[in-house]
């Protein structure tokens, strides 16, 4: 099981960013695949994640991310619209096998697979 995340950069406040998470080795479908984002000095928290049907937000993004999934390609992206200085990080796509309960999905010890990380920078 291979989680590979790509798409991050540098982006101005307002700005949107596109990232993927391609999975190998595994169907996606069959998972809970989410993404968590770690900012300098501070913990994993969680975006959003995928667990069958739902798609789930942590409510600082609600309304301004997006996450989808691709099977044909086995890929979980996450579309980032009006971005904010504050959303400033390190993201990190995860994945479980099978539908974890919202409250696991939240937590970064759920997930037993993750990617390497990709640096999104929101700045002027």
């Known amino acids: 099981v291979q989680l590979q995340a790509s798409g991050g950069g540098l982006v101005q406040p307002g700005g949107s960013l596109g990232l993927s998470c391609v999975a190998s080795?595994?169907?996606?479908?069959?998972?809970?695949v989410a993404w968590f984002r770690q900012a300098l000095g501070k913990e994993r928290q969680f975006v959003a994640a995928?667990?069958?049907?739902?798609?789930n937000y942590a409510e600082s993004v609600k309304g301004r991310f997006t996450i989808s999934r691709d099977n044909a390609a086995n890929t979980v992206n996450l579309q980032m619209n009006s971005l904010k200085p504050e959303d400033t990080a390190v993201y990190y796509c995860?994945?479980?096998?099978?539908?974890?309960?919202?409250?696991?999905?939240?937590?970064?010890?759920?997930?037993?697979?993750w990617g390497q990380g990709t640096l999104v920078t929101v700045s002027s």
């Open positions: 995928y667990r069958g049907f739902d798609r």
């Open positions: 080795g595994f169907t996606m479908d069959y998972y809970t």
């Open positions: 995860a994945s479980k096998k099978g539908r974890l309960i919202l409250s696991a999905a939240w937590t970064p010890g759920s997930y037993d697979s």
